[in-house]
């Protein structure tokens, strides 16, 4: 496999203020193209860091791509870096005073003369044009590598490598195709989905599966490599039926779907309505759904009675009920969802109550207890969980749960 | 100023398929005791490679951070990397081994075989105790370099950092105080942020002020150096008093504090209440108010009409009205804010309508236009924007912005 190395430049990666976006993007976009990529470099906005880290990544990797430091200030010192390690110098680039130039007219704003020092690259090298942006990317081979210097940037960045640098890199590695096909699951932890995954999981295996978790949703990644792509393609499509196969309903959708999203194209697909009465996750069900563009054809009514109040005037649970079996019960939680079903007159509601902590919690109704009710025409069901850790993953976890039993009520 | 440098450890973390988190929170911690992050490293699950990294951090750094490759699988090879750059052997520690074994049998759970190697340390260095799980941590000091890894899972190496490193690190750099301290902003953009601030952000000042921008907060750093931590927090303290006077209201916080946080404690020390009636936002500003933990003392009752007819059913937006002026419409987001305050009984209420996208948009009402109302007892508020970018990000905008008005009533 060909093999890539990325260095990240900038203070405020190192200082801990921003996250490295960038990078997780450039890996994943890499890792589909079947570049490896084997290590990665952060450093400080300083010309001897940045020709060191190159000289560094040039020991690792056939290609180095490089973000942060192409802007206008003081602080931006790649170009200057690169030709260090290059060993040449930095030239004016006319057609690139050009192309800043008109960046500002077209915009109608003055260029300020610190944006001129884009306009110099280091001698032999190429520009990479900036659509969106001020700062053109570098481009050249050295020694027998590929190096591609782009804007930090995000926005600029993700523009540059697809215009410019993707192709190239997938023309370099057109001997080998790279198929990557994501599960996304639900309902069951890590060690359970490897238990019953067994021998498709292990190492060396081509194609090689593995599994990443995240607040509850495990995705499993099916990494197919063949001579072609239909051909890698082919024996993804294999082990995915295999995995299907063993793991059944826990598997709920496929590449970046959410389960809101899975559930939305349930309900809408049926012609079905939901409607929402949520207490511990405040509004957070309601949240999930409504992320979903279009969510408007089935999601029309949401409460969040967050006060026993609240659910005795707005949804009809009686007073005496939460007096008898207390707020967090199964009871109140299908009481809930019974009233928001008839007052909204939708086809399924969900009804939720629970312990979101860190306060509020006892020996009989910890910290983390939940009741869930989903009610549908002619049945309503209940779960009762018992989450960890703190609020917010409570509360995530619960409201996940909610549209998983939901999903699962429109898949029979 | 120390140096520091953090290498990360494991494919996981090269795949894209994991950002970061560890190196961002170990910064943010060195820098708050006066440590200079200057380079970070990735690497892979290999002995070679995991020593190269050292040999490299230990020419940039006097401290090396490590995080991850010390759990009990075939990749976790942290340990035997660190031997190999020390030049010496793994042993087993009896001492080690017997901890792991009771962290099992406390958890009535059986030790497996694999978790045996947990228990080997590069000889000549000192285990740090893991509270949290079953790898213990590794400390150093080799070539006048101090080395200390730590596991890879964020909790595990956070709970270690802070009981066994933080300390050691903090007495070596004693000579020197840093204390950092963050003003949150919302309300208007960076840029005229920096325009308002001007000279108080040159680089090389003391105390050294930058900003940073994450959906709309923008959080200013007052990062301040002295020979002691009185005369840290005097000099801080001053440009503080000037940034305060300089911004006024666009300043709502500090530290980690969010809007919704704010405004909690403002309607609780009022002893206040707050309703809500979400359109477009579908439930994400009761999720903000009651992620914070007590938000039931104030928000008890929510509601997310995202259809005409639940406006009118359960808010009692006269029909004639939305059908005149539009769901999208001042009116109408005022007509909401009412009839939750009136229902509720609350003596603050939100009333929000808008057009969130990516569907929906006219040439008259574009995506991203959003109207907010905020009712108290006197009077009512309305205010329109129109926001940009997508649904996710004008959802969340418009969240935080009533959130920021409510705020500024309070203060009145």
Redesign the interface.
């Known amino acids: 496999m060909i093999k890539a190395s990325?260095i990240?430049i900038g203070n405020?990666?190192?200082?801990?203020?921003?996250?490295?976006?960038n990078?997780?993007?450039?890996?994943?976009?890499l890792?589909g193209i079947g570049v490896l990529?084997?290590?990665?470099?952060?450093?400080?906005d300083n010309v001897d860091?940045i020709s060191r880290?190159l000289h560094?990544s040039s020991e690792d990797a056939d290609i180095i791509l490089v973000t942060g430091g192409l802007g206008p200030t003081?602080?931006d010192v790649t170009r200057g870096g690169l030709a260090q390690y290059l060993g040449v110098e930095l030239e004016l680039r006319e057609d690139l005073l050009e192309k800043i130039a008109s960046y500002f007219s077209g915009r109608n704003r003055e260029m300020s003369e610190t944006n001129k020092v884009q306009a110099y690259l280091p001698a032999g090298t190429d520009a990479l044009s900036n659509e969106l942006g001020t700062a053109p990317g570098i481009a050249v081979k050295a020694g027998g590598k590929s190096i591609y210097a782009m804007p930090g940037v995000p926005s600029e960045m993700k523009a540059m490598f697809e215009d410019s640098v993707l192709g190239v890199l997938e023309a370099l590695t057109s001997g080998q195709a790279v198929v990557v096909k994501k599960l996304k699951c639900f309902g069951t932890g890590e060690s359970k989905i490897a238990e019953m995954l067994g021998d498709l999981m292990e190492?060396g295996r081509n194609p090689l599966v593995n599994c990443?978790v995240n607040k509850g949703v495990i995705t499993l990644?099916i990494i197919s490599t063949a001579s072609d792509k239909v051909e890698a393609e082919r024996i993804g499509a294999e082990v995915e039926t295999e995995l299907r196969g063993r793991l059944g309903e826990l598997i709920y959708g496929s590449g970046e779907q959410s389960l809101a999203e899975v559930v939305g194209k349930q309900l809408a697909a049926r012609g079905k309505t939901i409607a929402?009465a949520?207490s511990c996750?405040?509004?957070?069900?309601?949240?999930l759904?409504?992320?979903v563009?279009?969510?408007?054809e089935y999601?029309?009514?949401?409460?969040?009675?967050?006060?026993n109040?609240?659910k005795t005037?707005?949804l009809d649970v009686s007073a005496e009920l939460i007096e008898k079996e207390g707020a967090v019960s199964e009871e109140v939680s299908k009481s809930m969802a019974l009233g928001a079903k008839k007052?909204?007159g939708a086809d399924y509601a969900i009804g939720i109550t629970g312990i979101?902590?860190?306060?509020g919690g006892g020996k009989e109704k910890p910290v983390g207890l939940v009741h869930i009710s989903v009610a549908a025409d002619n049945n309503i069901e209940s779960s009762c969980f018992t989450f960890s850790h703190d609020?917010?993953f409570i509360?995530y976890l619960t409201a996940q749960t909610s549209l998983n039993m939901v999903r699962l009520a429109l898949s029979r």
Chains 1, 2 share one sequence.
Request: glycine share 10%; hydrophobic share 30%.
């Open positions: 990325i990240s405020e990666l190192l200082s801990g203020q921003t996250l490295d976006s990078r997780a993007y450039l890996s994943k976009k890792l990529v084997v290590s990665g470099y952060t450093v400080s860091s880290s560094q003081d602080d190492r990443t990644h929402l949520e996750t405040g509004g957070l069900v309601a949240k759904l409504t992320d563009s279009g969510s408007s999601f029309r009514y949401g409460w969040v009675t967050y006060s109040e609240a005037k707005e007052i909204s979101a902590g860190p306060g609020r917010n509360r």
